[in-house]
């Protein structure tokens, strides 16, 4: 047998027999952690500037408040920004597990185009519907259930680190990382804030792509003039906006901004008829789907500033400005990235226009190391989790900006990257949703994970 198959056996040896009696004590907290989810989606932790920061306050003391009734040392941190919970239960001679989440949310966009209330968590088909209900308040319930079932039996330490601006961040996160670094110090870290292959289908994340941010203004004109008299002699800045924007795909939609790095083709593909059922899209670019996603750049226009149709004058617009999102491959740096966005957009200028791109933020991304005896612990669990299906491996085209900061502050920490979501989460979007079965095969897989860790491998 090959030393990564005893490996494996050995980790499912040590947790199988166990299972139907952890199981049975994880359906007896479920109700407990479902309401318990319910009222944490109810509060509208929105971290976005402009919005009320005072309910991430109040989302703050209920994490701390269910985390202190699992009988861990609880207390709220912040280096000011929104605070973060750190809640601490260690095992002295036994592995520490961090377990990540973050209990801010994205904004709802127009409450109107959601089915019902975003901030009033609702049953419907299986699914419960409700901002951050899947992203990321269930990956904090996860945590809550494991440490529910496991009670006194827990025989590990835990430290659980739930921040409130992963959504949009001031910047303090790292600093208080930083801060922290003597006790958020464990043998692994569990971030529960991504999601799985499928329903039925439980994933390991090995990749994050990273992402750079910038603001892209172009002016023609020192002031507006009257497009009938003008047009046709000077453009406005919207044509010219569009042109510039036109450049970054060729004509199959692919990117055309040189020297961007890529990684090697994922193994898995998305079917194509799949992809574009959860996408709601049309085809786009060349090459397999998952690359696209997951190990190649991609830019997106997140919002732009043009007049509106409503109130619209004759006239030539002087300024317009896009918010541009570049993804980058996971092994991208930040920097490198914006330098050549800012280099292709010098070179296709259009009409002598004044152009200027400012970086509003950027995160570099993740490639994980998923073997070893941690990683085999993780497949068994799920294994059993989901019934016996095999987990899959599979990237992220999301990033989470502080795992870079986390591998730099715990440099000899195995990182997991887990979650809840699946490809009908709609997590950022409207209708967001956690699948209520794959969330309870969640919190068992890591009620599972956490007692194997804690058993001695055989002799």
Known sequence: MAAEQRSTAAASSRGGGAQPRLAARLDAVMPGVRADLERLVRIPSVS??????????????????????????????????????????????RPTVLLYAHHDVQPTGDPALWTSDPFEPVERDGRLYGRGAADDKAGI????????????????????FVEGEEEYGTG?????????????????????DVGNWAVGVPAVTTSLRGHVTATLEVRTLS??????MYGGAVPDAVIALSRLIATFHDDAGDLAIAGLATTPDPAIDYPAD??????????????????????????????????????????????????????????EDPSRAFALLEAHVRRNIPWGATVTLTRRGAAPGLAVDSTGPVYDQVRAALRDAWDGVDPVEIGSGGSIP??????????????????????????????E????????????????????????PPR
């Open 172 to 192: 303090a996160t790292p600093r208080l990382l930083r801060q922290l670094r003597s006790d958020l110090q464990a043998d692994v870290a569990l971030v529960t």
């Open 48 to 93: 976005a500037p402009g919005f009320d920061f005072s309910p991430i306050d109040r989302s703050a003391d209920l994490v701390a408040s269910l985390l202190t009734e699992c009988g861990l040392e609880t207390r709220l941190v912040a280096a000011g920004g929104r605070p973060a919970v750190l809640a601490t239960r260690r095992l002295p001679g």
């Open 433 to 456: 949703s956690l699948h209520l079965g794959e969330f309870r095969r969640a919190c068992l897989a890591e009620t599972l994970f956490l007692h194997r860790l804690a058993s001695p």
């Open 402 to 431: 502080l795992l870079l900061d986390l591998a730099e502050v715990l440099p000899d920490t195995t990182i997991v990257l887990n979650g809840v979501e699946d490809p009908d989460s709609r997590a950022h979007g409207i209708d």
């Open 274 to 331: 799949r992809l574009y059922a959860e996408a709601g899209g049309t085809p786009f670019g060349t090459g397999i789907a998952t690359a696209r996603m997951w190990s190649r750049p991609s830019v997106s226009i997140l919002g732009m500033e043009v007049p509106p149709i409503e109130g619209a004058t004759s006239t030539l617009t002087p300024v317009a400005r896009a918010l541009i999102s570049l993804r980058i491959a996971p092994t």
């Open 223 to 228: 002031h507006a003039v009257h497009s009938g």
């Open 141 to 160: 319930m996860v945590h809550v259930a494991a440490l529910r079932a496991l009670g006194d039996d827990l025989g590990v330490g835990v430290v659980v």
